[in-house]
């Protein structure tokens, strides 16, 4: 348990800490940033000498310090699952013909495996929440959990304090409670959007604010939060992702084109997601920003990321598919000039400090947790939201401006080891675990 203490040998001094079992409430393992994230976290408490236990739907690989739920197969409980699962089904169907394209997920409170998941829970002093849609049911979870155990919830996008979308894209209707969803296609205001709404406020009105604390990685998003109806009562600390600085390092620059075939003497620009075809990640706005620099001699597009993005312009366009392996992903980085994340709206910027760590310069919207990597003049450049125009001027004075982006380079470097190490982030994390058990 917490109050157990051990000795820790750390750079030849024997440290006394406090010792915790803390669990990671994740949907997935690996997959999509915020898995990624929740998993650094995990194995950055690990070697601070903590417990740390992965609890998920989708397991992806075999480490012991990972557990997939396993719901139970008896005739009852797999008809109760269909019957549910039917249920949540149902009722984004009848959105299925109004729906937009262009966007991404909506998910429900609900979670086919209803009560039976809180069993199975391995015992704990902290449950930290990370993204947990189509794990967790709200309702029973927070009611049997919240009581008995503190509560970190690691926010890694809008949909805790939605009525269902991960994103708003501005809308801004989950601050009245949703209906007359844009992302459903609605003109009703009671429907599924509202019906959700109303149903998170219930739970959460039921949580003491003692008994959940919200962890942003951004300070955008931890306003957002601050200011939505549903969260606005409990506290909010930021704490940004951590990453493995030796893992995301810059490598040898020749050695990483010559690996990828990439010209030595192109300027590189890179673009990366784990689906490039998403609307918000912008990759339509870059294709236009790029087709106002196509006089610009040796300028290559270098794209990560699951699909394959159309790029109209004459600028050729080398696209790597997805990558999920952080030291290969590292020498991609590292063949690059810049990054470019023209996201429309953006949680955090995990790819930009991806970049950032492999001392690769950053060019982006000010937009979301962007800025708060994205340091104008420091460690990137900012364009205005949506201003293309803008953008390509600031792709235009990186890629052509050596010494700047050399200088760039080592302050993106510097700062990454300061304030996104995974140590460092860890550190927080168990000061404000400490610190919620203190007032348990």
């Not at 609890?55 to 008809?79: H, I, M, N, Q, W």
């Not at 009611?143 to 501005?170: E, K």
């Not at 890179?270 to 918000?280: D, H, I, S, W, Y």
């Amino acid at each position: 348990s917490w109050h157990c203490s051990c000795d820790i040998e750390k750079s030849g001094r024997v440290i006394r800490t406090t010792v915790m079992m803390v669990l990671h409430l994740s949907t997935y393992h690996f997959q999509g940033g915020a898995a990624r994230a929740a998993h650094r976290l995990h194995r950055g408490l690990l070697r601070q000498g903590h417990e740390s236990l992965m609890f998920v739907a989708v397991k992806g690989s075999e480490d012991p310090a990972v557990t997939a739920y396993e719901p139970a197969r008896d005739l009852c409980s797999r008809l109760r699952r269909s019957l549910r699962r039917k249920q949540i089904t149902r009722s984004l169907d009848r959105y299925l013909l109004s729906r937009p394209d262009g966007y991404e997920l909506f998910s429900d409170y609900r979670s086919e495996y209803g009560s039976d998941l809180p069993y199975q829970l391995p015992d704990c002093d902290v449950i930290n929440v990370h993204w947990i849609a189509g794990l967790v049911d709200y309702g029973t979870f927070f009611d049997r959990v919240s009581a008995q155990i503190p509560i970190v919830w690691t926010l890694h996008d809008m949909n805790p304090f939605t009525g269902g979308c991960h994103y708003d894209l501005g809308c801004g209707r989950y601050s009245e409670g949703c209906g007359v969803c844009p992302q459903l296609g609605s003109i009703d205001p009671g429907d599924l959007s509202h019906r959700i709404w109303k149903h998170k406020q219930r739970i959460f009105e039921r949580i003491e604010p003692s008994r959940l604390h919200i962890v942003s990685p951004s300070h955008w998003l931890a306003g957002e939060s601050s200011h939505s109806a549903l969260m606005g009562k409990y506290p909010v600390s930021i704490i940004p992702h951590g990453l493995e600085i030796d893992d995301f390092a810059r490598r040898d620059r020749s050695v990483a084109r010559d690996t990828l075939k990439v010209p030595e003497d192109a300027k590189v620009v890179l673009f990366a997601a784990n689906e490039v075809g998403v609307k918000r990640k912008g990759f339509d706005l870059l294709a236009q920003a790029l087709s106002r620099l196509e006089s610009i001699s040796r300028l290559l597009l270098v794209s990560l990321g699951e699909g394959r993005p159309a790029l109209n312009t004459q600028v050729p366009h080398l696209h790597l598919g997805y990558i999920d392996n952080d030291r290969f992903l590292s020498l991609v980085y590292s063949a690059a000039d810049v990054l470019i994340i023209p996201s429309t709206q953006e949680a955090f910027g995990q790819t930009a400090l991806e970049a950032m760590a492999c001392g690769i310069p950053i060019v982006g919207f000010a937009v979301g947790g962007i800025p708060d990597i994205v340091r104008p003049g420091i460690t990137g450049l900012l364009a205005p939201l949506e201003d293309v125009r803008a953008l390509a001027a600031a792709i235009e004075e990186l890629v052509n401006n050596d010494a700047k982006r050399e200088e760039m380079s080592s302050n993106c470097r510097r700062i990454a080891i300061q304030e996104y190490a995974l140590e460092v982030q860890a550190n927080r994390y168990v000061e404000l675990y400490e610190k919620m058990l203190v007032q348990s």
